[in-house]
């Protein structure tokens, strides 16, 4: 079992020398020479060994010295958190049904599994957060809701909770914190690493040939991470997750304002195997999904399956979007719309090939 000691920040500043740092956590030996940091004599700390640079040293990698110092206590934790792969195969995560935040019993319990996304939709405050927060924990009626989750169909040991718990689960958001500004290919060369995953340079640069499929404009990867657009991160992110990641759960959040390529984005964490989980009203999104459980007043009321007439419409919404794709683009391009869309809407290819969408107005 891995776990992170109270004090590690001052174990990893302070207390130990470099030598049984690395000794304990390997990677760290790739942090330092990720930022070229010599280390002459590892029996000597981490603070000891700061004192030898100037504070300029650390500015080319973005940092201060005290910033080093927590990003390295960070980055330890980040990969403590990933966990070795150990967390065994997790095909299907069951919720068993709990009770409402009136105290009535759940309507649906719910069965995610490797290789599809759920959907959760609900109004504001209904309890998507919550759901996503039991699984996060492998809640044994222990939380707010009463829900059980099983793994694999079967009720979790506690030890395998305690272990599991906070590694099940990659977290996809909108705002990506980098520990170290390096550029992009050293950077997830550096987690690769961490990983220990064999030839990290190739599979830094199939991370980064995946993240350009997602993304509008392609990666450099000598420019720095902090130097990406917000699309650009979120595309790196995407697939470091879907191939670096050991966490098998993905959670998606607003994905819809990343300008990305969202399907490619979906079929890249699901090729992966991921259990991809995401809470959207996008309804594009919520269609690519396999099913959407429908929450209400702390609640699952229903689970959808995605059917056929709406797999009829995904195909008329994502030319739809595609056309305000293009429209946008005009816009920034500083262009004037000013051609009829009502009457091109009704007569152009999208009635044409999409049968019968309502006309606006
Ligand atoms: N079954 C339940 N019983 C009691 N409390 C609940 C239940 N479900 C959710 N809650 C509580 O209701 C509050 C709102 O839930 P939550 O934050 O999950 O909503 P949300 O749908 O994610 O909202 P938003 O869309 O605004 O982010 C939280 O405090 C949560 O713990």
Redesign the pocket.
Known sequence: MTLIPPDLATDLLVRRSIAELIAEYPYVENYFAAIRLDVMDPSRSVVEVLGDHPEEYFADYGLSKADFATSIVAFVEQVLSQGPDELGTITSLTLLP????AGRP?ACGLVVRAGEVTCIV??????????L?DIECLAQGDT???RRVLVNGAEPSDEQRYDLGHRLVAQLTQNMNFVIDLPVGEFIVLHAESRDVPMPDEVATRVIECANTLAGEPINPATPVTQLSGGQSRALMIADTALLSASPIVLVDEIENAGIDRRKALDLLVGADKIVLM?THDPILALLGDRRAV?E???IRDVLDASDAELANLAFLTDLDEHLGALRERIRAGERIEEDLAAAFMTGPLRLRRGTPTPPG
């Open positions: 709990g009770h409402d935040k759940e609900g109004p504001t405050g209904s309890g998507k957060s919550r759901l927060e707010p809701t009463g809470s929450i007043n702390g609640a």
